[in-house]
């Protein structure tokens, strides 16, 4: 039992007589339902993670959006599929599989390491998923942007080096990468994390006149909720204009995130014609 805690609660059973536990150990642990046999030659305990033997089975390491949730990395959607690297690519049923890795895999565990997971999420997925994976490593300090660029070479590596053109230094959660991303590929001109005087910090600033934030679950606190109001009317009466964001309007509903902040856009200069 301590064995398979030590390797996440799955193992393959011959690493277990490695270890030093005993065929008869293993057997009796077996009868007495203190763990299972998902897959031939594979033990796990009864809540260990199901992917683990299904790593095992293939013998392969989950990688990409599979390996995601156990490195704690923000995700938009769960993997329906199982995303392995497995030594000799011979495709498998239910299985997408990716390139060799280039590092080591987790200790005890079937899991990709870090560094190859995030250059095969970007290499594989959507932007918008790749690029949520990739901003929660950076922020933590866990990799950088230059790191798995280097590991993106080539014309083929493309399209995975311009995510990494949309990873945000400074920002905290999902919502400003993706935001930022969706105001750059609408042409939209902004500058990030914009400090206004007796306003603080603000999220966006679009052609100098409109404050576009991002409101995640800490704006619905009350202290929350009047701070971010008092704030938006000492933005207006400093001659700002204010739009505010959540996360179903980031996440599930950019376009119409964008063509309001693009209105503002025309109603502004429209507005400024007529003045003169």
């Given amino acids: 039992m301590a064995a398979l805690r030590a390797r996440g609660g799955v193992a393959l059973r011959r690493d277990l ?4 536990v005993g065929a008869w150990q293993l057997r009796t642990a077996a009868r007495r339902d203190r763990v299972v046999v998902p897959y031939r030659g594979v033990l796990a305990l009864a809540d260990a993670p199901r992917e ?3 790593a095992y089975k293939h013998g ?4 990409c959006i599979s390996a995601a949730p156990h490195y704690g990395l923000w995700q938009l959607n769960p993997a329906n599929e199982l995303h392995l690297v497995c030594g000799n690519g011979i495709p498998r049923d239910g299985v997408v599989l990716h390139r060799s890795a280039s590092l080591p895999p987790m200790p005890g565990r079937p899991v ?3 560094a190859d997971v995030l250059v095969h999420a970007l290499r594989c997925r959507p932007t918008e998923e790749s690029l949520v994976m990739v901003q929660c490593a950076v922020i933590r300090g866990d990799t950088t942007v230059d790191f798995l660029r280097k590991r993106l070479p080539g014309n083929r590596n493309g399209r995975a080096r311009d995510v990494l053109d949309f990873v ?3 920002a905290d959660s999902l919502l400003e990468p993706l935001a930022a991303m969706h105001f750059k590929q609408a ?3 902004f500058v990030q994390h914009v400090e206004l005087p007796g306003v603080g910090e603000v999220d966006f600033v679009v052609e100098r006149f409109l404050i576009v934030e991002l409101d995640g679950k800490t704006h619905f606190e009350p202290r929350a909720i ?3 109001r008092r704030r938006n009317n000492t933005s207006v009466a400093g001659g700002f204009t204010v739009l505010r964001y959540f996360y179903e309007d980031v996440v599930h509903h950019p376009e119409a995130m964008v063509a309001e902040v693009q209105a503002a856009i025309r109603a502004h200069r429209s507005g400024l014609r007529l003045n003169k």
């Fill in 52 to 54: 683990f033997g299904a």
């Fill in 187 to 189: 042409g939209i001109a």
């Fill in 60 to 63: 392969g390491v989950l990688t």
């Fill in 226 to 228: 009047k701070r971010d």
């Fill in 112 to 114: 990709a390491a870090l």
């Fill in 168 to 170: 945000c230094p400074k």
């Fill in 17 to 20: 007589l490695k270890a030093g």
